[in-house]
T-cell receptor, first 110, second 113 residues
Framework: KAGVTQTPRYLIKTRGQQVTLSCSPI?????VSWYQQTPGQGLQFLFE???????NKGNFPGRFSGRQFSNSRSEMNVSTLELGDSALYLC?????????FGPGTRLTVL | SQQGEEDPQALSIQEGENATMNCSYK?????LQWYRQNSGRGLVHLIL?????REKHSGRLRVTLDTSKKSSSLLITASRAADTASYFC?????????????FGQGTRLTINP
């Protein structure tokens, strides 16, 4: 099976813009989680989707949102970007309690 | 914070030596997982140990779990340059009826040739 894929791999935006990141889980996996990784805060949980429903949410402002489609693909959106949103955004699909991570999207906000 | 804490934050050893990393967590868990991350890339699952297990092996990896001390350790034996990476422990917490995977801050391991 193909692994978790994320697009784009790298992205540069300016403050105030919005961005949409995409994640395709492993075939058959219905749960998709998103994480933000920064040097200062480490790996922080953003949200989890299961069967098109947000099942769990971390402590992030409402500028961070997501959705999941019927084919389990997921997108996350960040509106009104701030410099502090620069990070590696990781997506993971899960099965049997184990998470399978994609390579991440490196977002730089200028 | 519900995150686990890892110790040490950074570890540098010579190739061939053993590397030990420790993780402590705060509340009861069902299982604890270890992941590896090569620089700036996605995480790779290494091993999962359940709360009723005390030790688990996978190749050159050995994980122990002490639920009374709320701690786990990851031992990498006969280290290789390719083991250079960051290592994270992760625990699943039940929060408001939903499971959340929470990662520690990680240990940055450097293997010197």
């Amino acid at each position: 099976k193909a692994g978790v894929t994320q697009t784009p791999r790298y992205l540069i935006k300016t403050r105030g813009q919005q961005v949409t990141l995409s994640c395709s889980p492993i075939s058959g996996h219905r749960s998709v989680s998103w994480y933000q990784q920064t040097p200062g805060q480490g790996l922080q949980f953003l949200f989890e989707y299961f069967s098109e429903t947000q099942r769990n949410k971390g402590n992030f402002p409402g500028r961070f949102s997501g959705r999941q489609f019927s084919n389990s693909r997921s997108e996350m959106n960040v509106s009104t970007l701030e410099l502090g949103d620069s990070a590696l955004y990781l997506c993971a699909s899960s099965f049997g309690g184990r998470q399978y991570f994609g390579p991440g999207t490196r977002l730089t906000v200028l | 914070s519900q995150q686990g804490e890892e110790d040490p934050q950074a570890l540098s050893i010579q190739e061939g030596e053993n590397a030990t990393m420790n993780c402590s967590y705060k509340t009861s868990i069902n299982n604890l997982q270890w992941y590896r991350q090569n620089s700036g890339r996605g995480l790779v699952h290494l091993i999962l140990i359940r709360s009723n297990e005390r030790e688990k092996h996978s190749g050159r990896l050995r994980v122990t779990l002490d639920t009374s001390k709320k701690s786990s350790s990851l031992l990498i034996t006969a280290s290789r340059a390719a083991d250079t990476a960051s290592y994270f422990c992760a625990t699943i917490y039940l929060i408001q009826g939903a499971q959340k995977l929470v990662f520690g801050q990680g240990t940055r391991l450097t293997i010197n040739p």
